[in-house]
């Protein structure tokens, strides 16, 4: 059976990475995919990682299955990260959490979800947004669309045409917005803006879907979640995907979450028992280190402390990239205006760059970015910052 089977097309993202790995060039530099690197170059395992794992090991008694939705004390933890704690939505337990492998995971189950109990509903995407998007949905037999979000003259949020092309997805539809840090151009909108989105999509009877990978990674993990809390002044029903990827480190560790918000626990609960069938013949159960981890950390005050300091180190070394590769550009005489990556958050920004100077990038200075022009400003160091905008001079 498998003498006609075609090779399949690499990854955009993790297949730069492949080809990354065996390039022989000593001084070459991965902004492509979306992993966290410290001053080294190295993506590191957070103090308060390594403490948690201390006190599981010695703490562990059993390696029995999880329940379907996971962990109850990460999930309870998740919702307090995600609303805040003694929140309405918290307090008459109008939220349901399933412990999900990553946020990708997350995002595959309620294709699944969608697929299977709204199969008329289309899910509207922000154009541009994450590649792996519009795989995911359309393996989960989800019709996608797209709305207006970038400006390209400005590099900023056009929030007008963003508002009108809302404007236009039809009741019984689902959007998908990011949470914060927007992946892949770095710009969000504001909370005022987050409000009349929400005062929008209640009314049209939209259903969101907010992606909320980097909380704490643009302005702080109690601001970043700005935008959410507006929505849900409005918006009585939604689903929110969460990964602890980069704010926790966990990358291989897969550890994300779904969470269902509905009129009230009834409707809640009844929505989760339908995303545990979806995960019941999917993976069946998550796995549990992950969400130790993360349980164990937000559930002690000291480490919790401790960590949002060290998130708070992650992302202010991506600010500080940021504003260095904006002044080395401008100090090698580079006149393209790239002011507008010091305005976005998060790891990642829209740089402008089209495919042929991408293409250049990699092929004559080993410098891997996705063929959008969508760099990882964490991949970013002062060691490589000469090198890198020297190149990019080069091939503008």
């Given at each position: 059976m498998f003498e006609n089977v075609a090779i399949a097309p690499p990854d955009p993202i993790l297949g730069l990475t492949e080809t990354f790995k065996a390039d022989p060039n000593p001084d070459k530099i991965n902004l492509s995919v979306g992993v966290y690197k410290d001053a080294t170059g190295k993506t590191p395992v957070l103090e308060t990682v390594k403490e948690a794992e201390k006190r599981i090991l010695a703490q562990e008694d059993s390696k029995g299955y999880l329940p379907?939705?996971?962990?109850?004390?990460?999930?309870?933890?998740?919702?307090?990260?995600?609303?805040?704690?003694?929140?309405?939505i918290i307090t008459s337990k109008r939220a349901a959490t399933a412990q999900c492998p990553g946020g990708t995971g997350a995002l595959r189950v309620v294709g699944d979800y969608l697929?299977?109990?709204?199969?008329?509903?289309?899910?509207?995407?922000?154009?541009?947004t994450w590649a792996n998007h519009?795989?995911?949905?359309?393996?989960?037999?989800?019709?996608?669309?797209?709305?207006?979000?970038?400006?390209?003259?400005t590099n900023g949020l056009d929030f007008g045409a963003m508002y009108e092309s809302i404007k236009k997805i039809p009741k019984g539809?689902?959007?998908?917005?990011?949470?914060?840090?927007?992946?892949?151009?770095?710009?969000?909108?504001?909370?005022?803006?987050?409000?009349?989105i929400g005062d929008l999509l209640a009314k049209q009877g939209v259903l969101p879907l907010v992606d909320f990978a980097y909380q704490g990674l643009a302005n702080g993990i109690e601001d970043d979640r700005a935008g959410l809390l507006e929505l849900v002044k409005k918006v009585q029903q939604l689903l929110i995907c969460s990964s602890f990827s980069k704010n926790f480190g966990l990358y291989r560790e897969r550890i994300g979450a779904l969470t269902v918000v509905g009129d009230n626990k009834e409707q809640a609960d009844t929505v989760m028992s339908q995303v545990k069938l979806r995960i019941r013949y999917n993976y069946s159960n998550p796995p549990s280190h992950g969400g130790q981890i993360v349980a164990t950390v937000l559930s002690d005050p000291q480490l919790k402390a401790q960590w949002i300091e060290e998130v708070a180190d992650i992302r202010n070394r991506i600010n500080e990239m940021r504003h260095l590769f904006v002044k080395t550009l401008k100090d090698k005489?580079?006149?393209?205006?790239?002011?507008?990556?010091?305005?976005?958050?998060?790891?990642?920004?829209?740089?402008?760059l089209n495919k042929d100077q991408v293409n250049r990038l990699r092929e004559e200075y080993s410098i891997y970015?996705?063929?959008?022009?969508?760099?990882?400003v964490a991949g970013m160091t002062k060691d490589?910052?000469?090198?890198?905008?020297?190149?990019?001079?080069?091939?503008?």
């Open positions: 379907m939705t996971g962990e109850p004390v990460y999930c309870a933890r998740l919702q307090e990260l995600l609303f805040g704690e003694g929140h309405e697929h299977t109990l709204h199969p008329d509903a289309s899910l509207w995407l922000s154009d541009p519009n795989t995911i949905f359309d393996a989960a037999g989800v019709e996608c669309k797209k709305y207006s979000y970038r400006d390209p003259k539809d689902a959007i998908l917005l990011h949470g914060c840090c927007h992946n892949p151009t770095g710009i969000d909108p504001t909370p005022e803006q987050w409000a009349l005489g580079v006149t393209q205006d790239f002011s507008s990556i010091i305005e976005q958050r998060g790891m990642f920004s829209f740089s402008g970015i996705v063929g959008s022009g969508r760099i990882n490589n910052m000469d090198r890198l905008c020297d190149a990019i001079k080069a091939v503008l």
